[in-house]
């Protein structure tokens, strides 16, 4: 506690900011309560720094993963094998490749002089732009006929479809198929078209790819 050491004039001992003396009786011009005048404040006495967050901590590393071994051998347990996506094949994916087997050539027309891959299984042929054998013709229908391969049985086969006027071999109208051989004459509406076989008895695509 400290001790004031300030008197006033008749030797009370009072706070050094009181300029009256409380225990002095005040006259009456004077007022009843005495001014008090706030301690000044030292220049050298230092100001308290407002404290700053503290830093965030680092978060500790990832401890790494350690094998348990097994009890019973002490050896480190295998690794659990992962489960890898297979991707799903598509219809078109698992169909035969569709190999040439053959070719149709022209022989009039708009046409002579330009070969039509025949396909390995059935190639339509129409006046549909979508045809495998587009026979740009009015008398052609869209899809006027089938020409189909079987592999297995080394055979071509010539089918109409229903057609409006027909489909021709050698001039003889087919009702409704006809087994094509080298150098038939196929005729449909006025184009004529050479065929051309390429897998025969003699020559046939294997499974891997090679004409055999």
């Known amino acids: 506690m400290t001790v004031a050491d300030k008197r006033c004039e008749n030797g009370h001992f009072i706070d050094e900011s009181w300029d009256l003396c409380p225990y002095c009786p005040s006259d009456a011009e004077e007022a009843d309560v005495p001014i008090i005048r ?3 404040v030292q220049e050298s006495q230092p100001r308290t720094a407002v404290p700053s967050a503290p830093a965030p901590r680092p978060l500790p590393a990832p401890t790494p993963l350690i094998p348990r071994r097994d009890t019973a051998s002490g050896h480190a347990p ?7 996506a297979v991707q799903k094949l598509s219809a078109e994916d698992l169909q035969p490749a569709r190999y040439v087997v053959g070719w149709l050539v022209g022989l009039n027309g708009n046409a002579r002089g330009e070969s039509h891959a025949v396909r390995m299984g059935k190639n339509v042929i129409g006046r549909d732009r979508r045809s495998d054998i587009v026979v740009n013709d009015d008398q052609a229908s869209s899809h006027h006929a089938d020409l189909v391969f079987r592999p297995e049985e080394r055979r071509f086969i010539l089918m109409d479809h229903n057609s409006t006027n027909g489909t021709y071999v050698n001039e003889g109208e087919i009702e409704p198929r006809r087994d094509l051989i080298d150098r038939d004459v196929i005729r449909i509406g006025s184009h004529r078209f050479l065929f051309v076989p390429l897998c025969t008895d003699a020559a046939m695509w294997d499974a891997m790819g090679a004409l055999k």
């Open 38 to 40: 706030p301690a000044r």
């Open 78 to 84: 295998m690794p659990m094998e992962r489960t890898v």
